[in-house]
C-alpha cells in the first residue's frame, strides 16, 4: 500500500537526493530549479509517495485558476513538464499513485488535474508507463506539442558533414565565414550582453521570454552545472548567443537560439547549433532538445511551425511530443 505526504521545505534535501538518484528524473522536478521564480509564488501542493516507510515517488503539484475560475491542481506552472517521477516503472505503483493525486485533489476542492508529463525520451528506458496509466485513469490529452530531438552522433566529424550536406553547402562552408569574419564563438556566461538579443528577437513575434535576466543569473546561481551559453563575437560585439539547460545526464535543451538580425547572413543560427552538437558530444550526452515549434497567436497555438521544424530536422533532429492530460474532478 502507498502513502502519502505533502511535500515541505523540511524533506529538501530528501526531495533533491530522490531526484539526483532516479534515473528518469530531470532538472524540472528539482526543488532547487522551481527555487529560481523571482516574479511568481507558487502554492505548494507536491507529494511524496512511500511505500513500506520508503519514498519511492514524487508529484511536483502546485494551484492555478483558468478563467472560469476553476481551481487547477498543476504540474508544475513552473517547468516545462513534470508529472510523476518514481523509482521504478511498476504500472500497478503508478496507478495507485495517480489514485492518490486524484484523491487528494478532491479532499483540497480542485476541480481539475492537469500533468504534462516527462517524455519518455528523457527516460534512460523510454517508457510509457504514466502516460498509459493516466489514460487508463480517464486523462484527457487537452494539448500536444511537437519537440524536435537531435541526437548526437558517436562520430561528430560525420555528423558535421551531414549537416553540411543537409543544408545544401560545402563540408568547409561555415568554418569559410567564422574564419573570414574573424567570428569568435566561446562559452561565457555573459547573461547581460545576450539577453538584448533575446528580448528583441522575441519582439519580433510579440512574445517576451520564460525568463527574465534576473532569473537566468538566479538559475546560475542555484545550478551553475545546468545552464551554459554559447555566445558569437564580432569586433568585440555580442552578436549571437544560445542558452543551453542540462535536463539531465543524456539529454539538454537548447532553449533560446537568438541571434542579432544585422548579422543575419552570417549564418549565425547555423554555426551556434552545430557547437552546441559539438558540445554536448564532448559531454557525453546522448540529444539535444531543440524545442517546440507551433505558432504564436492563442488560436494557433497547437499549429506546427513546418519551415522551423525543416530547419531543425536538417540538424538530423526527430520528433517527440509533449503532452497536457487533464481531468475534471467529480466527487
Known amino acids: 500500500m502507498i502513502e502519502y505526504k505533502i511535500y515541505s521545505n523540511n524533506e529538501r534535501d530528501l526531495w533533491n537526493n530522490f531526484v539526483d538518484n532516479v534515473k528518469d528524473s530531470t532538472i524540472f522536478q528539482s526543488q532547487i530549479f522551481l527555487a529560481y521564480h523571482l516574479q511568481r509564488n507558487f502554492s505548494n501542493h507536491s507529494l511524496m509517495f512511500y511505500k513500506n516507510k520508503t519514498l519511492i515517488g514524487i508529484f511536483t503539484g502546485s494551484s492555478m485558476t483558468n478563467a472560469n475560475g476553476e481551481k487547477i491542481l498543476f504540474s508544475h506552472p513552473g517547468a516545462s513538464f513534470g508529472g510523476i517521477i518514481q523509482n521504478t516503472s511498476s504500472l500497478s505503483d503508478t496507478l495507485e499513485m495517480i489514485d492518490l493525486i486524484e484523491q487528494y485533489a478532491v479532499k483540497n476542492n480542485f476541480n481539475q488535474i492537469s500533468i504534462v508529463p516527462t517524455p519518455s525520451i528523457y527516460f534512460q528506458n523510454h517508457h510509457d508507463t504514466l502516460m498509459y496509466g493516466l489514460k487508463l485513469k480517464h486523462f484527457v490529452e487537452i494539448e500536444r506539442y511537437y519537440s524536435s530531438i537531435i541526437p548526437i552522433d558517436i562520430n561528430v566529424n560525420n555528423q558535421m558533414k551531414a549537416i553540411n550536406r543537409k543544408k545544401g553547402r560545402a563540408i568547409n562552408y561555415y568554418d569559410t565565414i567564422i574564419k573570414e569574419n574573424n567570428l569568435k564563438i566561446y562559452w561565457d556566461k555573459n547573461f547581460d550582453s545576450f539577453y538584448p538579443i533575446l528580448l528583441d528577437n522575441k519582439k519580433m513575434y510579440n512574445a517576451t521570454p520564460t525568463h527574465s535576466l534576473d532569473e537566468l543569473k538566479k538559475i546560475n546561481e542555484l545550478m551553475p552545472n545546468n545552464i551554459h551559453l554559447l555566445v558569437v563575437e564580432k569586433d568585440g ?4 548567443g544560445n542558452l543551453i539547460l542540462v535536463a539531465n545526464k543524456q539529454i539538454a535543451i537548447i532553449f533560446y537560439n537568438m541571434i542579432n538580425y544585422q548579422f543575419s547572413d552570417l549564418q549565425i543560427a547555423i554555426i551556434q547549433v552545430c557547437e552546441s552538437i559539438k558540445w554536448a558530444h564532448k559531454n557525453k ?12 497567436g492563442d488560436e494557433k497555438f497547437l499549429i506546427p511551425k513546418m519551415s522551423l521544424i525543416k530547419f531543425k530536422e536538417e540538424f538530423g533532429a526527430f520528433g517527440s511530443t509533449r503532452t497536457v492530460l487533464n481531468k475534471k474532478i467529480t466527487e
Open 237 to 240: 560585439e555580442i552578436i549571437g
Open 285 to 296: 550526452f546522448k540529444y539535444l532538445d531543440f524545442g517546440v515549434s507551433h505558432e504564436t
